[in-house]
């Protein structure tokens, strides 16, 4: 009786509430007509010493205005007067040159230009051609297409070469796409389109030869790193180490072994450093992998090679000394690594996986501390130089990011800003809740957030919108701040939201990704099956209404929902679908699959053709005619 009582004073209270806030308009959702429920935060760029740090201030529309130095004692503010920067002397290069980078001590820059390497002396702007024989398959210094997209990243912008930290080599990569297939995109610009062919390589074709070149700046002199280009392999990004040397990652095309060579820049010759071996595959390191210790003694790696993500201390020879983190969590990236006190301060994913928090471990192995607070996720750490401070954004699912200063006792001493603008309490906002449901096998506790109508209630049916990515370490559940207008916009609608992470997502280290091993598709479908069926048996869902979304990956877990799991969601928006593998790039998917001749079942299994019969529903399939990454073959 007194359950049903508060039952409804609670839907009473917010009704009324509703009431007296307001709704976004089509405009302000749309049309990007200002809101003002939320400001940007500043952004804390360094300290300057261990009083004082720099906070970059920006006004309502995002934009930077100012940026004032702030003492933690006094919370006095006052502006900063950048120094002025050294002026740079004026020079040209070629319209179409790409990827124009000064070396480090900025006497030189080099770029590509119709896909050969030059360098250009600033002082005497003297220009001199590196390589000779680039053309329409013979790239020097810019990457083959399955190189910037898998390996070098696009944030490399296709960019191929590295400065020594002396400024006097440039290692770079030569490709040779020759015999790599081609594979033609429309592109629909003008009256009439036009083709733009594209060396693709897809699974089990022939990969781009690849050469490491080093040059000698000051004789133009190239030398080759000892590697046989007819060999089936992948090169990770080069590394110049503190020291000078050249470090090389190396990977079999089977992706389940890594190495780590040393290049001896006046012969080419290779002494190898560290080598790693999966059951399942390897992940090249990235380009910032290594950090290394100040005399050059020795690094500290960054490998899941336990089954969760952990920092290695190693010497200089690669030899393993001690780990430095152990445990069912995964880290993220060192902060600060303080040699002195034999420390190194990082974030991981250790008390939720959910959240990012801050820690300190000390290199032996032998100690770790949390030092950030409460069940909030922190981001954008920046730890003063005597490590008794840090700043950092935090927020939850429930509490919109602020940033604030921390002791490293986890002591909030000031709330710097937070996110909230002048009208955030005078619109109605949706309630979100983070929710873990057990996987099907009971293996895993899937992570999921909920955005409920802003209308809520319990007593009715409302339909689903779930959204899914779904690839392999790629969560997009987090237990952070997320409110971004088309979800109030939809919640508005009386449309409930769900975003869904599977078991290889990352929430549950390398361990849960290598179920996926030869299966890509299967247990991540099945894992948003389990959640969709757990959906359906709440009191609140009309469940001839629930709808799948995503791109790409995300796609291709859509076409498979409204295929193979067709008899839990209903509808389904597929966009920039995979529909199956052998029409993806042979660096991605093989990782994974292997080639079709080592792993033809599984192929046949993980393609949305093979359950096509089992369609049923309504699946909306949006895909670009020039998509250069999923074909639109698929």
């Known amino acids: 009786m007194q359950k049903s009582i508060l039952s409804v004073l609670l839907i009473a209270i917010s009704i009324l509430t509703h009431a007296q806030k307001k709704n976004l308009s089509y405009n302000q959702v749309f049309k990007d007509v200002p809101t003002n429920i939320f400001k940007p935060l500043p952004t804390v760029t360094k300290w300057i010493d261990d009083d004082n740090y720099l906070l970059q201030q920006k006004d309502e529309a995002g934009n930077a205005t100012t ?9 006095i503010a006052v502006p900063y007067v950048e120094p002025k920067p050294k002026a740079k002397t004026d020079f040209s290069i070629p319209k179409n040159a790409k990827n124009f980078t000064y070396s480090p001590n900025e006497s030189l820059g080099a770029y590509t230009l119709y896909n050969n390497l030059y360098v250009i002396n600033i002082a005497s702007q003297k220009t001199t051609q590196l390589t000779f024989d680039g053309n329409d398959s013979i790239l020097n210094g810019y990457a083959s297409w399955v190189y910037f997209e898998e390996i070098l990243a696009r944030a490399s912008k296709y960019k191929a070469f590295w400065f020594s930290p002396d400024s006097k080599q440039i290692a770079y990569m030569r490709f040779d796409d020759s015999k790599v297939p081609v594979f033609p995109l429309y592109v629909a610009t003008g009256q009439h389109g036009y083709l733009e062919n594209q060396r693709y390589p897809k699974v089990g074709d022939e990969n781009p030869k690849v050469k490491i070149g080093v040059v000698n700046i000051d004789n133009a002199k190239i030398t080759w790193a000892n590697f046989n280009e007819q060999e089936d392999q992948y090169f990770g990004t080069p590394l110049f180490t503190p020291n000078n040397q050249l470090w090389v ?12 060579y040393n290049i001896d820049f ?15 595959w390897v992940t090249f390191y990235g380009e910032n ?25 190693h010497n200089s020879n690669g030899n393993l000394i001690n780990p430095i983190t152990t445990g069912d969590f995964t880290v993220g990236n060192i902060v600060k690594l303080d040699e002195q006190n034999k420390t190194i301060y990082f974030t991981a994913r250790k008390e939720n996986s959910a959240r990012w928090d801050f820690y300190m471990a000390t290199l032996d192995g032998k100690k ?21 401070y840090f700043t950092a954004t935090y927020s939850n699912t429930y509490t919109p990011s602020a940033i604030g200063l921390i002791d490293v006792n986890g002591q909030l001493i000031k709330e710097i800003a937070n996110s909230k603008g002048v009208a955030f309490d005078e619109y109605t906002l949706p309630n979100k809740q983070f929710v873990r449901v057990k996987s099907e096998d009971n293996l895993f506790d899937l992570p999921l957030i909920i955005t409920f109508p802003t209308t809520f209630d ?19 559940v987090y237990d952070t701040w997320s409110m971004p207008n088309t979800d109030i916009w939809w919640a508005q609608e009386n449309l409930i939201l769900v975003s869904i992470d599977n078991r290889s997502s990352g929430h549950f280290g390398k361990k849960g990704m290598n179920y996926i091993f030869h299966q890509l598709g299967k247990y991540e479908i099945e894992d948003f099956m389990t959640v969709g069926k757990w959906l359906k048996q709440q009191p609140w869902m009309d469940t001839s209404k629930l709808c799948i979304t995503g791109g790409s990956f995300g796609g291709y877990m859509t076409a498979m929902a409204l295929t193979y799991g067709a008899d839990v969601f209903n509808y389904g928006i597929a966009n920039s679908s995979v529909t199956d593998w052998q029409l993806y790039d042979s660096h991605y998917t093989e990782r994974y699959m292997n080639t079709q001749k080592d792993n033809a079942e599984g192929y046949k299994q993980t393609s949305v053709l093979e359950y096509a019969h089992k369609y049923k529903g309504l699946l909306r399939i949006v895909h670009g005619t020039s998509d250069d990454n999923v074909h639109p073959q698929n």
Not at 68 to 73: G, S
Not at 266 to 280: H, L, V, W
Not at 289 to 313: E, Q
Not at 371 to 383: P, V
């Open 458 to 476: 319990v007593n009715k049916k409302y339909p689903v919108l779930v959204s899914v990515y779904g690839g392999p370490n790629a969560g997009r």
């Open 249 to 260: 990652q190396w990977m079999n095309r089977k992706q389940n072994t890594l190495k780590l």
């Open 67 to 75: 940026t004032l130095v702030v003492n933690i004692k006094t919370n």
């Open 266 to 280: 006046s012969t080419g010759a290779k002494n190898e450093i560290y080598n790693e071996q999966q059951a399942t």
């Open 289 to 313: 992998p290594f950090t290394f210790l100040k005399d050059g003694k020795a690094f500290i790696l960054k490998t899941d090679k336990s089954g969760w993500s952990h920092f290695y201390l």
């Open 368 to 388: 770790i501390q949390r030092l950030s607070f409460g069940d909030f996720s922190f981001t954008n750490i920046n730890l003063s130089p005597n490590n008794k």
